[in-house]
């Protein structure tokens, strides 16, 4: 298991592909980042396309939610904390108005980027005299620590405004649709550290489609490439776990404890998606005094013009599914950068448009005119 | 990360110079000593691993988050009010 990153490059290049085509899915932010900062498409046989999917729990917080933030930043006298990214994704307000949280800074609300539900707490037990509203957008590692600090007790004045996501039925979503888009997974380390590998077990059980857990180095990504290549063309299909030093069996006790305690699964919305069915965390009845969305009133208007859709002309939903690649977006590139983003996945690190552009690629394959070819 | 100090849940944990408080609460099942490397995401401890898996790209992300809050909070310092 000592191999290096090269090491398994040489292998998978040894596979017999034979012109037939692999499409590997990955469901991480973090993955999608090592992939193509490090260059590790072009370096792969032209038969293996590893395709970005729901790896990025900002691109699908749902657009009312982020309306209701900036509105409480605007019309309640709190402080509302969030993590960093959140802060540049745009809303589909009217020109003229407030667009994003940055932009309600701007206008005079209190809003303060954390990179930690430490510093929410902090923040509160600073100003005990302001509410404090820590909007919380994730997926399950980012989402148990906010459980923890929920079952270690929230200082009176923080509540939550929960947008906690769950990976594992996104994917689950796409298996059972007609054409998923892809023949094999690579499962995300980082939610399989909290919540267990045995999470994923589903896609091989009951979906036979090959998965192996990695980590974010590009030796552990190519050893999981490398298994599921293997499970694929030998027909044996089981769940590898290619992070075995820090993925153990079950997770983490105390991660899953936390989460068990402060929240339940529920039918959830995701952006220019829809509702994915027990994909979302809410805070359980316990903790209602500290439930943002009880404690203030919802300012999304219910005739607001767009409201949860992406915006015009957008395919971040689409990306997101890992039905299109950001490139194939028409506005990648030219209307939209990470200086003027357009959509979310232009402005969330764990965006596959702002990763690729990262990477280095600049331009849509798209004619402005006609779209994108579809992925599949 | 590397604890250099514990009190309680709370730690003081290090990486190539940058120092953090990090939560212990979610180690809870695991003893963790001084000098132990722990995996930290949004500042809680996640996982204990070895000095070796430490160097892995990991905290990358989470430094990134931190850096990311620090460029915004230059834009705007939050004590303008
Ligand atoms: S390039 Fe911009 S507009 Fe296109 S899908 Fe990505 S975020 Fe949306």
Redesign the pocket.
């Known amino acids: 298991m000592n191999h290096s990153a090269q090491d398994w490059l040489g292998l998978i290049r040894q596979l017999p592909l034979a012109g037939r085509r692999v499409r590997i899915m990955n469901v991480c932010g973090g993955h999608e980042r090592s992939i193509t900062l490090a260059g590790i498409r072009s370096a792969l046989p032209a038969e293996i396309e590893l395709i970005p999917g729901p790896g990025c729990p900002v691109?699908v917080c749902p657009e009312e939610d982020i309306y209701q933030a900036i509105q409480l930043a605007l019309r309640e006298p709190v402080i509302l904390v969030t993590y960093g990214d959140m802060l540049r994704v745009p809303v589909n307000a009217p020109k003229g108005e407030v667009r994003s949280l940055e932009q309600a800074r701007a206008a005079g609300g209190e809003v303060r980027p954390i990179a930690s539900p430490l510093e929410a707490a902090q923040i509160a037990r600073d100003n005990p005299a302001t509410p404090v509203v820590f909007f919380a957008a994730g997926f399950e590692t980012t989402i148990a620590p906010t459980a923890a600090l929920a079952v270690q007790g929230l200082p009176e004045n923080l509540s939550l405004l929960l947008s906690g996501r769950l990976t594992w039925p996104a994917v689950a979503m796409l298996l059972n649709a007609e054409a998923p888009g892809f023949d094999a997974l690579v499962a995300p380390g980082h939610v399989a550290t909290v919540m267990g590998p045995e999470e994923w077990g589903f896609v091989v059980e009951e979906h036979a489609i090959p998965a192996a857990v990695a980590g974010f180095s590009p030796g552990s990504l190519l050893a999981a490439t490398y298994s599921v290549l293997r499970q694929h063309l030998e027909g044996r299909r089981f769940l590898d776990n290619c992070y075995p030093e820090v993925v153990r069996p079950g997770g983490n006790p105390d991660a899953r404890a936390a989460l068990e305690q402060a929240m339940r699964v529920t039918d959830a919305n995701w952006r220019g998606i829809g509702i994915i069915p027990q994909s979302g965390f809410a805070l359980r009845e316990a903790y209602a005094a500290h439930d943002a969305r009880t404690l203030f009133p919802d300012h999304n208007a219910a005739d607001r013009r767009r409201m949860g859709e992406?915006?015009p002309?957008?395919?971040?939903a689409?990306?997101v599914l890992g039905k299109?690649y950001?490139?194939q977006?028409?506005?990648?590139?030219n209307?939209?950068?990470p200086r003027n983003?357009?959509?979310?996945?232009?402005?969330s690190d764990e965006?596959?448009?702002?990763i690729w552009?990262a990477g280095g690629m600049r331009e849509?394959v798209a004619s402005e005119r006609t779209g994108a070819p579809a992925r599949e | 990360m590397q604890i250099q100090e514990i009190d309680g849940f709370m730690a003081k944990c290090e990486a190539k110079g940058v120092e953090r408080d990090v939560s212990l609460f979610m180690l809870q099942h695991e003893p963790v000593d001084l000098g132990d490397f722990v995996v930290v995401h949004v500042g809680y401890a996640i996982q204990k691993i070895t000095q070796a898996e430490a160097q892995s790209a990991w905290e990358i992300y989470d430094e990134m988050l931190a850096a990311e809050a620090e460029m915004e909070m230059e834009l705007a310092p939050p004590d303008h009010a």
């Open positions: 691109c992406m915006p002309g957008c395919d971040c689409r990306v299109r950001p490139n977006c028409r506005l990648f590139g209307r939209c950068t983003p357009i959509g979310p996945c232009m402005v965006g596959a448009c702002r552009w849509s």
